[in-house]
Nanobody, 119 residues
């Protein structure tokens, strides 16, 4: 089970931080974040590996978003700085055996949390 928290409304340029607690789906799993805006396909945002915590980012968020994990507390985080109106979407936490940028390779998904960035 993946449970996200931390979404909300923020002005452009602001920051938000997501947390995702992954009960039973954390140890030896890579973790990822995807987002889906209204009328658009789900897109990759960031991912972090299990064994080496190697990180991956979409070009659109590189340098502004940071993914991290706390293995002692089965939690993955997404720090989002410099948010833009284009970042308005539902954000989903997800887990898989091997870090990937493709949504079809992820096995488990959270319920999603909304981020709205006003201009």
């Amino acid at each position: 089970q993946l449970i996200e928290s931390g979404g909300g409304l923020v002005q452009a340029g602001g920051s938000l931080k997501f947390s995702c607690v992954a009960s039973g789906l954390f140890t030896r799993y890579a973790m990822g974040w995807f987002r889906q805006a209204n009328g658009k396909e789900r897109e990759f945002v960031a991912a972090i590996g299990w064994s080496d915590s190697r990180t991956f980012y979409a070009d659109s968020v590189k340098g502004r978003f940071t993914i991290s994990r706390d293995n002692d507390n089965d939690t993955v985080y997404l720090q989002m700085d410099g948010l833009k109106p284009a970042g308005t979407a539902s954000y989903y936490c997800t887990s898989t055996r091997g870090a990937s940028t493709r949504s079809k390779e992820y096995d488990y998904w959270g319920q999603g949390a909304q981020v709205t960035v006003s201009s």
